[in-house]
């Protein structure tokens, strides 16, 4: 793994699925280290709606276990809550900047960028040095996005939100386009909305179904080790609880049963676990304990 503060540039051999892209550039700078999988796009508005960042964390999420790498442009709103999702869950993550790698990023994008390159992820730029980030440089900067990516999913767009240029240029590779459905009257929903009702994209209604929607099966569970590396430290109760049902299916009275906690201490715990992507319930009932150590 080189220094993630090294800027290396290269004109061949680019990464995930931009080699044979037909937005391939001449030429992409790389801080950081690229991760190996699958490139899904995620991108959005940058002033989405209150639920705007628990959407992409079930999205995001629910590409745990999968070869997945998140790729998105390091905006404000939708693609900062996406690359935030893929470094709580453990999940690789690739920002794509309209700007040089040298130039300055300012506000919360500084300590995103900065916390995804301390976890293993990666910043590319066609752009050198301290390039600024003109307004003709965020169109290129999304045929980058789509070139590395399998698809686009379109979490929340209005009509005419730059991010459904990133879902034509996936169009045009003939790359498959998602789109999340959203209320009629929800300006957010409208760019997501119309691409569902012409056809140009297929809908995820399920944030939780993403990785079966746009098919990446699920090889493992998230392991306890790998939730440790990205900074997800569980405590010790929650590490017990877990190998104790690991692979079970266990109703709330019966997992307390089995264990000495109060309702409130085994509450917590499951919220832990459920946060981590190691317990799955659906209606807060029944359990369901994933993963691998």
Known sequence: MKDRNTIACITKHFPLLLDSSIYRPNRLFIKGN???????????????????????????RSLQGTRAV????????????????????????????????EAAIQGSRKFLADR????????????EGNTSSFKGNFVARNKIISGLSKCTIIVQSKVKGGALLTGEFAKKEGKAL???????????????????????????????????????????????????????????????????FKGFRKTFSEIQ??????????????TELEIAGLAESKDNFQFYFNGEP
């Open 34 to 60: 690229i991760p190996e999988g699958i490139g899904v796009a995620m991108v959005g508005t940058r002033r989405p709606s209150n639920s705007g960042r628990e959407l992409c964390r079930h999205l995001v």
């Open 70 to 101: 998140v790729v998105s442009g390091l905006a404000q709103g939708i693609d900062f809550y996406c690359h935030e999702a893929a470094l709580d869950f453990g999940i690789p993550t690739i920002a794509v900047l309209a700007q040089g790698l």
């Open 116 to 127: 995804i390159l301390e976890e293993g992820g990666a910043l590319v730029s066609e752009y």
């Open 178 to 244: 998602y789109a999340c459905p959203g209320d009629f009257d929800c300006e957010v929903a409208g760019g997501t909305n119309q691409l569902l009702d012409q056809g140009v994209a297929s809908p995820v209604f399920v944030p939780e179904n993403l990785y079966k929607v746009i098919g990446l099966p699920r090889t493992q569970g998230p392991q306890i080790a790998e939730l440790e590396r990205s900074g997800c430290n569980l405590t010790q109760g929650a590490k017990e609880l877990f190998f104790k």
């Open 257 to 270: 049963s089995e264990l000495t906690l109060t309702t409130p201490q085994l509450l917590a715990i499951l």
